[in-house]
C-alpha cells in the first residue's frame, strides 16, 4: 500500500534525534503531500524549500510514524479503494485499526535512507580587522606623505617578506 502521493519521492535523513523529511516532485504535490504530514502530525509546519523540486522538514521517527498509521488507516477505510470492503460493518474500523500500524511500519522501512539527502551550509562570515594602532615613527605610517612609497620600493627591492623584517 502506498501512502504517498504517487509523484512523490519522499527520503529520510536520520539527524541526532529527529529526522529531516525530504520530499522531491512537482512544487503543488510536494505541497499537498505535506499538507497531509502535518494534517496527521508527522510536523510542525514548517516546510523548508532548498530546491524547485525538493522540499524538507523535520520530524522524529516516532511522530513520522504516528502519522503513517493514521494515514494507513484513513486510507484502508476509504470508500474509494477496493480493498475497503474489507473493513465495512461494525468490525471494520476495529480491523482497520490492528492492521494499519502493520502497514504504516513497513512503509516507513521501504523509505531509503541516506546521509547526504540535505546538506547544511552555515552562512558564517568572519571578519578580521586585527590590531589598530596609531603609534607610528615618523615616515612609517601608510598614510604618510611618502609612506606608502617607502613600502613600495621596500616590497620592490626584497626578495621575500622576511628581508623586510619584524616590520610587516
Given amino acids: 500500500m502506498n501512502l504517498f ?3 512523490i519521492k519522499v527520503g529520510i535523513q536520520d539527524y541526532g534525534s529527529s529526522i529531516k523529511v525530504v520530499l522531491y516532485g512537482k512544487k503543488k504535490d510536494i505541497e499537498l503531500q505535506f499538507n497531509s504530514f502535518y494534517n496527521h502530525g508527522a510536523t510542525n509546519g514548517d516546510l523548508h524549500w532548498k530546491t ?3 522540499a524538507i522538514f523535520h520530524s ?3 511522530k513520522m510514524l ?7 488507516e484513513y486510507k484502508l477505510l476509504d470508500k474509494q479503494y477496493p480493498h ?3 473493513f465495512e460493518g461494525d468490525e471494520g474500523e476495529a480491523k482497520a485499526s490492528r492492521v494499519a500500524p502493520q502497514l504504516a511500519k513497513a512503509e516507513y522501512d521501504l ?6 539527502l540535505v546538506s547544511y551550509k552555515k552562512d558564517v562570515h568572519l571578519y578580521e580587522v586585527g590590531d589598530l594602532n596609531a603609534d607610528f615613527k615618523d615616515g612609517q605610517s601608510l598614510t604618510g606623505r611618502n609612506g606608502f612609497k617607502r613600502v613600495l620600493k621596500e616590497m620592490a627591492s626584497a ?3 622576511t628581508a623586510l623584517g619584524n616590520e610587516w
Fill in 5 to 7: 502521493i504517487k509523484t
Fill in 52 to 54: 524547485r523540486e525538493r
Fill in 60 to 62: 522524529t521517527p516516532e
Fill in 66 to 72: 504516528e502519522c503513517m498509521t493514521r494515514m494507513a
Fill in 84 to 86: 475497503s470492503y474489507f
Fill in 111 to 116: 523509505i531509503p535512507r541516506g546521509e547526504s
Fill in 159 to 161: 626578495k621575500d617578506l
